[in-house]
């Protein structure tokens, strides 16, 4: 008896022994000594939540340009901030006509929803309509952002009140007269947008590799379109939201009634109470913002929680204030620059995201987070192994020079951890780290 009880006793003494130093072989095996990071920067930090403690930190104390992991940290922002659902919009109705005051809200007739209940509210009310903007205190593209993307689909501008993503998808539909005889004849090629606009646009000479391309220029709503040979294919391009009032007028378009501006506002009445038109689940945005990396919605789900908590469309003002409060308990205090991760003024430690996504788990459970983060072979991480679906759920982040992977894992004992890996600087295929840190994360499943 009481040797059976020394046998177990030793064992448990041996385990505790051989698991930090088999986790720190495993990482040496799969991420510090890889050649593809052999000249990078690399944090890691890996945590048991139920137990409360570190199971192994690696540079989890050092600051790193964390990508797209910047939206986890903004997505527990609006679980704490924005509620249940979105606000879409804010109205009062002062006699002679109903004022609005935009809130940010990305989801207003973007393709991902069937049903806009902003859309339906300003269809049916027969005042007059008026927006105020008077809240808006910052600018269309985000500190930081690469100043050369700004006609890519994922550096969409900012606005107090985006309409369709802020972008207009352009497709290409190929016909022929007749039946073709040889390579060289000729085709018919329509360009449609959604939405339509009667925006000047510009056609270059066909692709001689059959590539459709839409660029726009930098400052203007003026789009260059180059033909290709493929049927069908679509693009999305960011259009100039402070051009003209450009989302106004494609709001107006669709809603066959006009909205006019409010630069100085002061209402009439204080008395009078504003209502808001809630527009969707709150989680029905976060998910798609997991899911695909969404930079669009999430900056402006970083501005509609600034507004909700300062009154005012201010990511600065915002970020410090909850820097001193929502995210006061923070191992250290990062660089918070903007809510997608497209900036690299953004600077967190390993040990910082570990605090939040431990944070979301004891406040909102693992559940819900479950239900927003992309999981093996969905969105951002359907590269990763289909046996591993459930057993992951975690935030990638990409740049140049950058790879990032935050968040949960299942081990073969049925324990979550919580993990955070950072790399920084390297040169070599962003596509073979993350297949290192699917590596690793296997031998972390098997140890723990």
Same mark, same amino acid.
């Given at each position: ?12 003494? =041996? ?27 690399? %944090? ?24 797209? +992991? ?18 879409? #919009? ?10 609005? =005051? ?36 910052? *600018?269309?593209?985000?500190?930081? =952002?690469? =100043? ?16 369709? %993503? +802020? ?91 006009? #909205? ?48 909700? #908590? ?60 479950? %239900? ?5 072979? *969905? ?44 790399? +920084? ?24």
């Amino acid at each position: 008896m009481r040797l059976s009880a020394f046998l177990i006793l030793t064992a448990l003494l =041996w385990t505790s022994c051989t698991l930090p130093r088999r986790t720190a072989q495993a990482t040496r095996e799969h991420l510090l000594r890889d050649s593809t990071l052999a000249q990078a920067h690399v %944090g890691i930090a890996l945590f048991d939540p139920a137990a409360g403690k570190w199971l192994y930190r690696h540079q989890a104390d050092r600051f790193f340009v964390p990508a797209s +992991n910047t939206k986890i940290i903004t997505c527990y922002a609006a679980m704490k901030h924005l509620g249940d659902s979105l606000d879409g #919009i804010e109205w009062q109705d002062l006699d002679t006509a109903i004022y609005l =005051w935009p809130t940010g809200d990305p989801t207003l007739l973007h393709t991902d929803y069937k049903s806009h209940r902003v859309a339906d509210f300003l269809r049916t009310t027969d005042k007059p309509l008026r927006l105020v903007t008077d809240a808006w205190k910052t *600018t269309p593209l985000g500190s930081g =952002w690469s =100043w050369d993307d700004y006609s890519a689909y994922y550096m969409a501008e900012r606005s107090p009140l985006p309409v369709y %993503g +802020n972008v207009i998808r352009w497709t290409q539909s190929v016909g022929r007269k007749e039946q073709p005889t040889h390579p060289g004849d000729t085709m018919d090629i329509f360009i449609t947008s959604e939405p339509e606009v009667d925006w000047p646009v510009d056609f270059t000479a066909p692709d001689p590799r059959g590539r459709f391309s839409v660029d726009r220029e930098r400052d203007a709503n003026r789009y260059i379109i180059t033909e290709g040979r493929r049927d069908g294919e679509m693009l999305e391009v960011p259009f100039v939201t402070r051009v003209s009032g450009a989302a106004l007028q494609l709001l107006r378009d669709t809603l066959h009634r006009d #909205i006019y501006p409010v630069k100085d506002f002061s209402e009439s009445s204080v008395s009078r109470k504003r209502y808001v038109v809630r527009s969707r689940p709150l989680d029905s945005m976060l998910r798609p913002l997991m899911l695909r990396s969404d930079n669009f919605y999430a900056e402006q789900t970083l501005l509609m929680t600034a507004r909700k #908590i300062t009154g005012r469309f201010s990511e600065g003002e915002a970020t410090d204030q909850l820097l001193k409060t929502t995210f006061a308990g923070m191992p250290h205090r990062p660089r918070w620059a903007d809510g997608s991760g497209l900036s690299r003024y953004n600077l967190f430690t390993p040990a910082d995201f570990v605090w939040v996504l431990d944070r979301m788990r004891a406040d909102f459970g693992l559940d819900r987070v479950q %239900g927003i983060f992309p999981t093996p072979g *969905t969105g951002t991480l359907r590269s990763y192994g289909p046996d591993l679906t459930g057993r992951i759920y975690a935030k990638t982040g990409t740049l140049s020079g950058v790879v990032a992977l935050s968040g949960f894992v299942r081990t073969d004992s049925g324990r979550w951890l919580i993990f955070s890996m950072l790399v +920084n600087n390297h040169r070599g295929s962003a596509a073979d780290i993350r297949k290192q840190f699917e590596a690793y994360l296997r031998e972390i499943m098997k140890l723990y």
